[in-house]
């Protein structure tokens, strides 16, 4: 499938913040919001992998939330905040995060990297004590064809241990 | 014709509002993730939608006591306390956390197919409506009973579930997490005064399976005394009820047992199970405990914390920030699309591209007649058209391509291209495919490779046999599922040159197959292959780079392309099915005397790199055993599914599979544990290789031999678990696979070290980073060649303007060729560096080495600065700055006659699994890989590509086929194609190493790139053979076959 044809009609204009910033596109109320950041944003840090929601390559927080980009029509996005990974450094954890999936050698090819941060973001969030049945539970949704997902799943409770011991 | 853009949805404010346009005919819509889906399988999108995402009512998105409302998200509805546990439970089934976070309790239920179904079913579930007439409450039973109505769902509703009630459900999917159903079992029991059961409901259903209620089955449990209840009456009972239906993943037997089965599980528990089919676990076949092999070292930043290095990408990858070739955007920059053939085999009668040209927006639109060169490439023989003239061979050729100012005009494009086709006999078996009268693929026939092979007196050996095993192996068709698909640019340089950047695997072979079809020398394309989003040999072929580089020329502008998910799955490259009768044969002691084989391997529409592939899993045959007759033969059959070629392992891993389990089937006939028998059988070290030619040293076959004797997985719980829910095997295997390309191909090493204007160290190799971490292997042989630090050198790769031919980052060849590269042009850039120092200091050489960050003095200590840092060093030497090329030919085998590897890696492969007692599904516990593949040049690295391998010969082994029925994709995308997800992957990955070599061997270190996957398959198999007595042959391993072998299947369901 394609991204359906933009029809920049008044009708279709869609306004909500990004990263940050408010935006206004003209897009066709169903193109995805993944499509939007790719094509219209230049926002590549999001990647599409299969466009069925099955891989999260594209995932990204809409009100804080991780969900699939692939999924999000615009038409929903009026009035939200959409954090990508681009943005994510406004949130707290995330430093800490990007850190310990860097040390760690979490990634190979890197593709999922972007949609996974995105998710450990939003778990660690909510969650900063994960075990690892929780970390993996967490990433179902994901696919990392290179890694067999030890690299990221140690990296990931080395992030949750780190942020343990800076706020107990 | 592709739709024109339907009109937009919807809104209304209230179900009031919505209720009347659901009645005229839209579709409401509320978490909108299944459409998605829908769409993408080529479903039609409704005309009118009405979206809930705004609808306000009170109660609409909240959840009491009792009622849920139709807008609750699953997320939210699974954190409800208010919800009884069973529920919870299997809205945690549903999907993955992502998506239960936009999809609702409604849409579940509303697809009618939806796994939430009979847990419903099971609680008394009603449905509240809000239609033109009003609201009305329905039982969900009756509610299925009745065609769909145009009715918008506002909530569901719960009984209270009386106190004591049993309420149980389960899911069981195709694989651990976010799975499509296979079928789902639920039932809630309520006590009776008298301990018996007062009321009981069951039900069944979800995914393909119409739902609904088990009366029996409820009229039998109803009244009936809990700890007297004929569980094996009752499995068949239900079995007799469940209505299933068979698909391309599992047949109706199967899911009509698994849900019985389960049910039985979920009320009697063990004891239920037992009244199945009592477990008769084998004797445990563990080999007696030894030491571990001297020097052997666990891999893992734990235990290597010295060795840890971050790679040079990872923080960018981590950011985001990382430049793949698909991400590149420019204004001036088209979007080209491929249009695909959509049947498997037809003459083309013409071809009619003027709807689209005329179009607006569109700038190219190429075919067959705009190919300028050679219609046709590959890179064994040239059998696949660049586009299609005169025929296609599967669905996925590429007819026609198109380069438009954005993604939907040159989609509308596509659609205007009109092409003719006069359909021809589809060739979907490998088998019926070499029939002398079969329809054939390509003129000439369809037997693309035939060899053979005869080895001692094949026949009089078997008769000496004592024990003789022979089975039929079958390999799936596997995807690489590289996460970046097929794509990049394409750009028409002013001066002529074309730039190629597309992500791939041996850009100079690129050059010469698009030289080829462009009719332009070579030298004017430049291919800049990497980096690359994943290949795992997917790449190695051509890909999208014809109709990229025809598009890019005809328009004189840049052109981006990169495919979507769906059409890499038909278009893209496989791994070649096998399917490896195998008969072998040993005399009472256990030593092996004899085999006999015969493959036939489907090689799809095109050759590609097939006949390596084949000749590669003929080379390891025998494995690593001395076997003195051998009688083989190998054909590779045309058909029209899909096309297949290189894929991580080449054929060996396919072997492997076959000998291994054949080796492991005959300990158990002779009494011999797994490490005696092949201890019995091993070749030794400096004996020939397999076609007889020289092998490297360091063999360390015994050694991981030892290892695996040595491994505490033996010891581990085998047998029934503790819940009795499942039974558990160890099981082991041996990895042998050659490395490199083979003593026939010319297979260079090239590399150029240079100071860099900015004092990098930069190492220039002809070969691709795809994720391997070919980056930290050059940091680390390039600085321990000069002395510097690893973050003095930077890595330069993929780029066929910067270096002469490096050959093909494939075959596990990159490690070996980055150092070997490294040792050969280090010591001369050195010298030169030591000498410009010297000469820029006015200091005498002898004074001066390479450390870390620059030139130091001999004396200086390592925490002293340099005496010039290399960034001083290269602007004071400014465009005279010192470089250091190297060329040579990767280290082979003399051995004309055929191609024979002279490198192989060693490792044994030992898993335990756990076998569902009421599905057949099997978990790995624990894999634990001990390699010997010489120095460990990079943690990280070596760690990752066996963890990886793994994980992947994972999905190989119980869950990856790409099915074509009919030369039609079965699966079309991630949502059937099962590729192994977190939950999947072992609970424990341990690798080990032994990295010492023989004393006088300098070729250092080994490629690690396939070995975490090479045994992966067999043993596997050993282990489910140790749960269960039966050693699976056909990958990925089948369920059903499984639970049959542990008598798990009802007396009419049995095979």
Redo the contacts between chains.
């Keep these: ?7 920049p009609d008044a ?2 204009v869609v306004a909500f913040t990004l990263d940050g910033r408010p935006v206004r596109f003209a897009a ?3 193109t ?1 919001l993944a ?1 939007l950041l790719r ?1 219209e944003a ?1 926002i ?14 594209c ?1 990204v927080l809409v009100d804080g ?4 980009g ?4 615009a ?2 996005l009026e009035g939200a905040t959409v954090v ?3 943005g994510l450094d406004a949130l707290p954890v995330a430093a800490v995060v ?1 850190a310990a ?14 949609g996974i ?1 995105t ?1 450990v973001v939003a778990l660690l969030t909510a969650d900063r004590d994960p075990d690892e049945a929780a ?20 990296a990931v409770l080395d992030a949750a241990a780190r942020l343990k011991e800076a706020r107990p | 014709m592709r739709p ?3 009109r ?2 919807s ?1 209304p404010r209230s179900l009031a509002e919505a209720a009347p346009l659901a009645a005229e005919g839209a579709r409401p819509v509320a ?3 299944a459409l ?2 829908e ?2 399988g080529g479903g039609r999108r409704p005309d009118r939608l009405v ?1 809930l ?1 705004r609808i306000a009512d009170e109660g609409f998105r909240s959840v009491e006591a009792g009622r849920i409302g139709a807008g609750v998200t699953l ?1 939210a509805a699974g954190r409800a306390a208010d919800l009884p546990a069973m529920l919870r439970a299997a809205i945690g089934d549903v ?5 239960r ?2 999809a609702t309790i409604a849409g579940n239920v509303m697809g009618r197919t939806g796994c939430l179904i009979p847990p419903l079913l099971a609680l008394g579930a009603e449905l509240e409506f809000i239609g033109a007439e009003g609201t009305r409450r329905i039982a969900l039973e009756a509610w299925l009973a009745k065609p769909a109505g145009d009715e918008i769902l506002a909530a569901i509703h719960l009984p209270e579930l009386p106190a004591g009630a049993v309420a149980v459900h389960r899911k069981i999917g195709l694989r651990r ?2 799975s499509p159903s296979v079928i789902g079992v639920a039932a809630v029991l309520v006590p009776g005064p008298d301990g018996r059961i007062a009321m009981a409901r069951a039900a069944s259903g979800g995914g393909p399976n119409p739902p609904g209620r088990l009366a029996g089955t409820e009229a039998a449990l109803a009244g009936a005394d809990p700890a007297a209840i004929d569980w094996r009456a009752l499995r068949d009972l239900a079995f007799a009820e469940i209505i299933a239906v068979s698909d391309v993943h599992r047949t109706a037997r199967y899911r009509r047992t698994a849900a019985a089965n389960a049910l039985v599980a979920l009320l009697g528990g063990p004891a239920g199970l037992d009244a199945l089919a009592p477990v008769r676990t084998p004797p445990s076949r563990a080999p007696r405990r030894e030491p571990p092999p001297a020097g052997e070292i666990a891999v893992s ?1 734990a235990a290597m914390a010295a060795d ?1 290095h ?2 040079p ?10 430049p ?1 070739h698909t ?1 590149a ?1 420019s204004p001036e920059m088209l979007v080209g ?1 491929i249009l695909r053939a959509g049947v498997p085999h037809a003459r083309i009668r013409s071809i009619d591209t003027r709807a689209a040209e005329a179009l607006p927006g569109v700038a190219a639109v190429v075919t067959a007649a705009d190919v300028p060169g050679l219609n046709a490439y590959g890179i064994v023989v040239q059998d696949q058209p660049a586009l299609c003239g005169d025929k296609v061979r599967y669905v996925g050729d590429a007819v026609a391509a198109v380069a438009a100012v ?7 494009a596509l659609d205007l291209i009109a092409v003719d086709y006069e359909p021809l006999p589809v060739v979907s078996d490998p088998v019926a495919a070499l029939a002398p009268d079969a329809p054939p693929v390509h003129e000439g026939g369809n037997l693309r490779r035939d060899m053979t092979l005869e080895r001692g007196d094949v026949d009089s050996a078997f008769a000496r046999c004592a024990h003789v095993v022979e089975a039929v192996y079958t390999t799936p068709r596997q995807m ?6 097929e794509g990049g640019w394409v750009m028409p340089e002013p001066d002529g040159t074309l730039t190629v950047r597309v992500g791939a695997q041996y850009g100079r072979r690129d050059q010469i197959q698009l030289g080829r079809i462009l009719d332009r020398p070579p030298e004017s394309i430049r291919v800049v292959s990497g ?4 290949a ?1 040999g997917g790449k190695d072929e051509l890909t999208v780079q014809p109709a990229l580089c025809l598009l890019a020329l005809k328009a004189g502008r840049p052109v981006r392309l990169q495919l ?3 059409e890499s799955v038909a278009a893209g490259w496989k791994s070649m099915p096998f399917t490896i009768r195998m008969r072998t044969g040993c005399d009472a002691a256990g030593r092996i005397l004899a085999q006999e084989l015969d493959v036939v391997a489907d090689c799809g529409a095109y050759a590609s790199l097939s006949p390596g592939v084949l000749e590669t899993a003929l080379e390891h045959l025998a494995g690593p055993y001395v076997i003195p007759n051998i009688r083989s033969r190998g054909r590779l059959a045309y058909t029209n599914n899909g096309c297949c070629g290189a894929f991580r392992g080449f054929g060996a891993n396919q072997m492997t599979f076959a000998v291994e389990s054949q080796v492991d089937r005959l300990a158990a006939l002779c009494g011999l544990d797994p490490v005696a028998m092949r201890r019995l059988n091993l070749r030794a070290p400096g004996d020939l290789g397999f076609l007889g030619q020289v092998v490297a040293p360091s063999e360390r076959l015994r050694e991981v031999l030892t290892a695996a004797a040595a491994s505490d997985l033996w010891t581990h719980p085998r047998g029934i678990t503790d819940d009795g829910s499942a039974v558990v095997g160890v099981g082991m295997a041996l990895n042998y696979q050659g490395n490199g390309i083979g003593s026939i191909f010319d297979d260079p090493i090239t590399v150029r070290l240079a100071l860099g204007a900015d004092g990098a160290i930069e190492a220039h190799y002809d070969l691709v980073e ?4 070919l980056v930290s292997v050059v940091q680390a042989s390039v600085a321990a060649a000069l002395g510097c630090a690893r973050s003095d050198v930077r890595p330069v790769l993929g780029d066929t303007a910067l270096v002469p031919d490096g050959g093909s980052t494939s075959a596990s060849r990159g490690s070996v060729a980055v150092h070997l590269g490294a040792k050969a042009a280090g010591p001369a850039l050195k010298a030169a560096l030591i000498e410009a120092a010297a000469a820029v200091l006015g200091r005498p050489v002898e004074r001066l080495t390479v450390g870390p960050g620059g030139i130091r003095d001999i004396g200086a200590n390592a925490c002293d600065e340099p005496v010039i840092a290399f960034s001083a060093l290269a602007a004071a030497l400014g465009d005279d700055r010192p470089a250091s090329s190297h060329g040579r030919q990767f280290p082979k085998t003399h051995w004309p006659e055929a191609n024979a590897r002279f490198f192989f890696c060693f490792g044994a492969t030992i898993a335990r699994v756990s076998v569902d007692r009421a599905t057949g599904a099997v978990t790995v516990l624990d894999v634990n890989l001990h390699t010997a593949a010489g120095p460990v040049i990079d943690a ?2 070596y ?2 590509q066996i ?6 010969a994972l999905g190989f082994t119980l869950l990856e086929h790409a099915a074509i029925e009919d030369g039609r994709p079965a699966v079309r ?3 059937g194609y099962m ?5 999947d ?1 072992p609970g424990s ?1 341990r690798v080990f190493a032994l990295p010492d070599l023989d004393e006088g061997d300098e070729f250092g270190p080994r490629g690690v790139g396939e070995l975490g996957m090479g045994a992966v398959t067999p043993a596997l198999s050993a282990a489910i053979a140790d749960a269960t007595g039966v050693w699976p042959s056909a990958a990925p391993f089948r369920p059903e076959d499984i639970l049959a072998a542990l008598g798990g299947l009802p007396a009419e369901a049995a095979p």
């Design positions: 499938m394609t991204a359906l044809a933009i029809a009708d279709d066709h109320p169903e995805v499509d094509e230049g590549t840090a999001t990647k599409i992998g299969c466009r069925v929601g099955r891989c999260g390559a995932t939330v991780a969900v699939n692939c999924l999000v029509p038409h929903r990508t990974p681009d990007r999936l860097t040390e760690g050698n979490a990634f190979q090819c890197g593709y999922c990297a972007p941060v998710t970390v993996r539970a967490a990433l179902a949704g994901h696919i990392c064809r290179c890694t067999g997902y030890g690299s990221i799943v140690r | 024109e853009p339907p937009p949805p809104k978490g909108g993730t998605q889906v769409w993408a979206d995402s997320a999907a993955g956390p992502n998506v976070a936009l997490a976010f930043r840890w971050v790679r990408d990872m923080a960018d990858k981590v950011a985001g920030r990382f793949y991400d955007r699309r954005d993604a939907a005009t040159a989609a509308r690489h599922a590289f996460m970046e698909t980096p690359t989003g994943g795992f979507d998910r769906s795809m994720g391997q971490g990280a690295g760690v990752g963890e990886g391998g793994i994980v992947q995308n991630f949502d590729v192994p997800m977190a939950p992957a990955i």
